[in-house]
């Protein structure tokens, strides 16, 4: 039997003549319908509200999101919300677009001084918070962005294979947003994260690695983590460089916070530090930073050579520590490890990065 809230939620949120108050009074009576169903029946529900999210009525729509986010969170599957929250997202976004355009104008130049993001992050409020008197409906928009962006997180960190056609159809309308909000640029990571990339990681001191895929991971401390893991579980079998704790928030498992201290195992470089004689750079020799891979970066910035992202390990400069907080909630992340570096492959992807360093460095003389 299909849920009579739902289908009173599906006919009534563009008529005008509900109220806000009279609508949210529905929506609460839907949720409270909720409590003695099993799953199949409210994933039944969920499937009747998932259009809603594509309505005209973009506030209200962003109020089913909400209730679709509960849904989701005790269970409900995601995958019949990918396209009409795209949808709704989309309204969403186009709506703050005069915003954007304001505060590019006024902002931007001034923000290009600043070197303290929150400093900037006040800058920006206060902005807003001015503008809300000339752009009340587009300033307005930005709670309904909010509530449409947190169903998003969960959906859309879920449903993998959906990221990329959804960053293409909101690309346009989300992008110029993303500047001026978190929360914006959170979604714009989230739909960006790399996901089965290839990888090639090598110890040159110990003539050993291997060549993995990885995904998930929006920036290079989350990276350097798991990558410290997997080493140790997959090639050394050694002494775990992570707890047990850190391992599995890293993976998408568990809280998105653990307290154990990470300490940095290495120098982790891009192949362009591989110099002449097949060599890393002494580790005492920091104006070779520049190869490095800064936790602050991201995943997408390691070079690619031959389809895959190539990073070797070496002795750390200096002692580097960290505590690990996981960014997305609903995002798995992994290396997945498909084989080891025999010798044979050890010196073919050598020489093929010496050979790419080499023909760089040719065409900077000519460049020259």
Known sequence: MQNPFALQIVERIEDASISARDFRALLYEFTQSLKDC??????????????????????????????????????????????????GLKRAFEATLP????????????????????????????????????????????KTIERFCHLAFQVYGQQVGSRPKVWKYLESSLGPMARWSRTVEDLRI?????ENEPLVVIDLANKRGFVAKFGGMPDNVHFITLLMDTFVQQVV???PLVSYDVAQCAKGIGPCHVSDE????????????????????????????KHWLWNDQTPNQIPVLHGHRIVFIG??????????????????????VDYELNKLDLQMWLDRVMQANQHSLETQGVGS
């Open 38 to 87: 099993v799953k199949r029946e409210a994933n039944e529900s969920l499937q009747i509200l998932a259009p809603v999210l594509a309505s005209r009525n973009v506030s209200r729509a962003s109020w089913v999101a909400e209730v679709c986010q509960a849904m989701v969170e005790s269970g409900c599957d995601s995958q019949d919300l990918v396209r009409p929250l795209a949808s």
């Open 190 to 194: 989230l739909l960006n994260l790399l």
């Open 262 to 289: 990470v300490h940095g195992a290495w120098n982790v470089y891009t192949y362009r530090a591989l110099n002449e004689m097949q060599r890393l750079p002494d580790p005492k020799d920091l104006t070779a930073n």
């Open 315 to 336: 002795p750390p400069s200096y002692p580097r520590q960290w505590t690990f907080t996981r960014k997305f909630q609903h995002v798995s992340a992994s290396i997945q």
């Open 99 to 142: 915003l954007a355009a304001k505060l590019e104008k006024k902002l931007a130049p001034k923000l290009a001084a600043i070197e303290d993001p929150e400093k900037a992050r006040r800058w920006i409020e206060s902005a807003i918070r001015q503008l809300a008197v000339k752009l009340p409906k587009s300033v307005g928009s930005l």
């Open 237 to 239: 079998f050694g002494k």
